[in-house]
């Protein structure tokens, strides 16, 4: 058995038995992971934010234009931070896409339609 599956076991059985709240230690593993990232990827001395970086690059609006409106409305809303630039890029993306939808073709109950 290797340490993996010994530790997912432990946490299970801590979690049966009302001594662990998984969301609680999943939270504080992601907490670790992500400050062991900082400590090897650091960002520097000028403290660049993730808000800076989507409003000087556009990488908003390279976000909003592949990945669609509804997930710049979903970022927006779950990130104060990014509420702004988010928000910012939605009127370009309902000029690009505006929504419009076009049927081609169909059934009309005798024929089938062509167009």
Known sequence: VNCHEEAQTLREYLSEVGALSVARFLAKLHRRRFERAQRAYPLGTDRTHLTDVMVSTGLALGIGT??????VLALSACSKSLRRPMSEVIPVLRSLYPGHIYVHGGYDGQRRLLS
Do not use: K, L, Q
Not at 66 to 71: K, N, R
């Open 66 to 71: 592949h990945a669609g409106m509804v997930e």
